[in-house]
């Protein structure tokens, strides 16, 4: 139970900006163990936008308080992963293989094409969650992050870490497995049928189909993962999660 607890603050302090594993080592193992929570850190988060968004719905018109729910959720993972998809794209753009691929990832300035990446991944998050019906806005908010860091747990434990000399992200990727795998699906799964009901079946089939057409690619295209393409596919999984919601309004 305490390693669990502890594990579970780990994925904490690593995913948000709040220091909750600051007295915690944490070494390679530990950190691959914490992948099993990463979901349940989104639960987490997406609980904490459902009370900014109860606390300012009466306050605030509907349009610019989705865009403050967004913009909670990118300051409270300290735009990690909006970090990740700036580089992978630029490095998509401009590399020819693998390794100018990686090189071009590597560099800290943003290019032209990670720029619009990222505005139109916030700008795709903004209008999907605007148009998300009254009645599903708690379950949207709730499970979209937790379907963004179960990615990172679904790639890190199928893709082999690719950046020669490692990385933070290596660290995760070399330690997570079966283990890890089971009990973030678990809590998306059970996530997913708190939330959705039956109707949440079709929301995990088509995440999970989005997911392995992210891990095929990555392994075609760059034969593995780094970090920054852990941080990528969390947001393009966050986009796809409100999609499924926004498509069950018709359901």
Same mark, same amino acid.
């Given at each position: 139970?305490? !390693? ?28 691959? /163990? ?17 009370? +900014? ?13 989705? %865009? ?22 630029? =490095? ?10 990686? /090189?071009?990832?590597?560099?800290? /300035? ?20 605007? @148009? ?11 499970? +979209? ?13 199928? %893709? ?14 070399? @330690?997570? =497995? =079966? /283990?890890? +795998? ?29 997911? +392995? ?5 990555? !392994? ?29 309004? =018709?359901?």
């Amino acid at each position: 139970m305490k !390693q669990g607890w502890e594990d579970f603050r780990i994925a904490g302090g690593f995913l948000t900006v709040f220091p909750v594993a600051r007295t915690l080592p944490m070494d390679a193992e530990r950190l691959g /163990r914490s992948m099993a929570f990463f979901p349940a850190i989104g639960l987490v988060l997406g609980l904490l936008m459902v009370v +900014m968004d109860w606390a300012l719905a009466p306050l605030i018109p509907r349009a610019p308080l989705d %865009c403050l729910l967004v913009l909670s959720l990118i300051t409270v993972t300290g735009a990690l992963h909006l970090d990740g998809i700036a580089d992978l794209l630029d =490095g998509l753009a401009g590399g020819k293989d693998r390794e100018g691929i990686l /090189r071009i990832m590597k560099d800290s /300035r943003v290019g032209a094409i990670g720029v619009v990446g990222v505005v139109m991944v916030i700008l795709l998050k903004y209008l999907s969650l605007h @148009n998300v019906p009254v009645q599903l806005k708690a379950q949207a908010l709730i499970f +979209m992050p937790a379907a963004g860091r179960w990615a990172q747990v679904v790639l890190a434990t199928y %893709c082999s870490y690719i950046r020669p000399g490692g990385g933070t992200g290596g660290a995760f990727v070399d @330690n997570v =497995g =079966g /283990r890890e +795998m089971v009990i973030a699906s678990l809590t998306l799964v059970l996530a997913a049928l708190v939330l959705f009901g039956f109707k949440g079946l079709y929301v995990l089939l088509l995440l999970g189909l989005g997911a +392995m057409l992210l891990l095929r690619y990555f !392994q075609y295209r760059l034969g593995g993962v780094t970090g920054d393409v852990l941080g990528a596919a969390t947001e393009i999984l966050e986009i796809l999660a409100l999609l499924l919601v926004l498509s069950l309004k =018709g359901a």
